[in-house]
């Protein structure tokens, strides 16, 4: 019950909040893939649109409606996380697991911001959880709820389909799992799971299967040569997002499960936290790897750092440990909340996503008053396209930069710019992206500059907004 009500304060508090901060840009972004519905989507599967869909017809479409659909999945994940680790260490371990997983950075501000991350992680730990209980059973059938979860997962992002190789090596190492793969049930699951992540194959087929060749053809074209300095900044990364010494301690906790192979309960947690881990830092060199796409590997650690901190918490050096870095985890995810909040919290003004959403739209709303006839809104970009879309009066459908011949992601399956023919509007451009609309000149006749709107946090700018009048011609 103790972790169960600490999810719930945590959850809570995260609501409660949920209002005093605009949307980050791939919130708005996810808030506008759900305003136009569909089977799936460019850069990612449909799941977060769809919970955000739900949400925000329940309740409004206001910001703590929209961040309602993370607080869903954080209580999926929180449940399924306590019950995996329970059924592999007991309820010590699983309760230790849980506070450490609210205290984390990567994992609280998942509860408050939405991403495909979020069903993402709780199909992850659901999968983990009955791929656990199928082999504690040698019920087949719970292969299939197996199934569902890795759909599931898959249908939130790309990376859960990692989960079925990792689950056949779970299957494949442990002698009642070889039992189970002599029957139908795992073959049954992996069908489950194709079943429940075909709305994204139907999707491809209708538009020349643009997201598989997006994620798995572009992005394996981006490889560059090896870069140190790019492995660096992954570790790096995952060493904030983490926390350091949780980082540390966890990746400890990894070598030593991997070592004691035989213990059923911690070759589960290598089997389901290693392969992702190691085939992240394996491609980091090579391309540019995000702090959280390495997220699902973590819950795992963290079951097998708290069972093995267990069992040796009686040495005063584990027990330091551990509050080092549950402290130190506890601090960063605190600061990162209070900033959000404080603009004279330090904080680089670059990585600053919020701040200034609210002031834009009213600058454009502004100017859009000014203008004759029914008048476009045209964001170099998704971020500043989305942002308007949602923080604008009404919430109008708006262009981003796809109609200034450039490839605009979703937004090329949305609107084309043909009906703005012969109409006014203003375009928006964000400094931190000043590569896009670089055609306006040619694609715009009149054009005219107005005035900027700079954006700071606490004296410190965060960027700059340009604004255009723009009768378009395309």
Request: aromatic share 12%.
């Amino acid at each position: 019950m103790l972790a169960f009500a600490a999810v719930a304060l945590s959850l809570g508090l995260h609501l409660l909040l949920a209002k005093a901060v605009a949307l980050s840009p791939q919130e708005a972004y996810y808030w506008q893939y759900a305003r136009h519905l569909d089977l799936s989507y460019f850069d990612h599967p449909p799941l977060a649109a769809w919970t955000i869909r739900a949400t925000t017809a329940l309740f409004g479409d206001g910001e703590r409606a929209v961040r309602l659909a993370a607080a869903v999945h954080g209580a999926v994940f929180a449940l399924f996380f306590f019950l995996a680790g329970r059924r592999l260490f007991g309820g010590r371990a699983a309760l230790l697991a849980v506070l450490a997983a609210l205290l984390t950075p990567l994992f609280a501000m998942g509860q408050s911001i939405i991403t495909p991350d979020a069903p993402l992680l709780s199909g992850w730990v659901a999968a983990l959880y009955f791929t656990v209980r199928a082999l504690d059973e040698e019920r087949g059938p719970w292969l299939l709820a197996a199934g569902v979860a890795v759909g599931w997962a898959a249908l939130g992002k790309y990376t859960g389909w990692l989960l079925a190789p990792q689950i056949l090596l779970v299957l494949l190492a442990d002698p009642r799992g070889r039992r189970l793969l002599r029957g139908p049930w795992p073959y049954l699951a992996v069908l489950v799971a194709a079943a429940l992540f075909s709305p994204v194959v139907v999707w491809n087929a209708r538009h020349g299967w643009a997201s598989f060749r997006f994620q798995f053809g572009d992005r394996g074209a981006a490889m560059t040569p090896f870069s140190a300095d790019r492995l660096g900044r992954f570790l790096g990364l995952q060493a904030l997002a983490v926390s350091p010494v949780l980082f540390l301690a966890l990746l400890a906790a990894l070598v030593a499960a991997a070592r004691r192979w035989r213990e059923p309960g911690l070759r589960v947690c290598a089997l389901f936290a290693l392969p992702a881990l190691a085939l992240f830092t394996a491609v980091s060199p090579f391309m540019w790897v995000k702090g959280n796409w390495p997220a699902p590997a973590w819950p795992a650690a963290l079951l097998a750092g708290s069972a093995l901190a267990l069992e040796r918490w009686r040495a005063r050096a584990v027990r330091a440990v551990a509050a080092a870095a549950l402290g130190v985890a506890a601090a960063g995810t605190a600061y990162l909340h209070l900033a959000m909040f404080v603009p004279a919290l330090p904080f680089p003004a670059k990585d600053d996503v919020v701040t200034g959403w609210k002031e834009l739209a009213a600058r454009v709303e502004e100017e859009r008053a000014r203008l004759p006839g029914p008048s476009f809104v045209l964001g170099c970009g998704y971020k500043p396209a989305s942002e308007l879309a949602y923080y604008l009066p009404g919430r109008p459908e708006t262009y981003a930069q796809n109609a200034m011949r450039e490839v605009g992601l979703q937004y090329d399956y949305w609107k084309s710019g043909g009906e703005l023919l012969g109409r006014e509007g203003l375009l928006v451009l964000d400094r931190r992206e000043w590569r896009n609309c670089l055609r306006r000149d040619e694609l715009c006749q009149p054009l005219e500059q107005l005035v900027p709107l700079e954006v700071r946090r606490g004296g410190v700018l965060v960027t700059t907004f340009d604004f255009w009048r723009c009768r378009y011609r395309g």
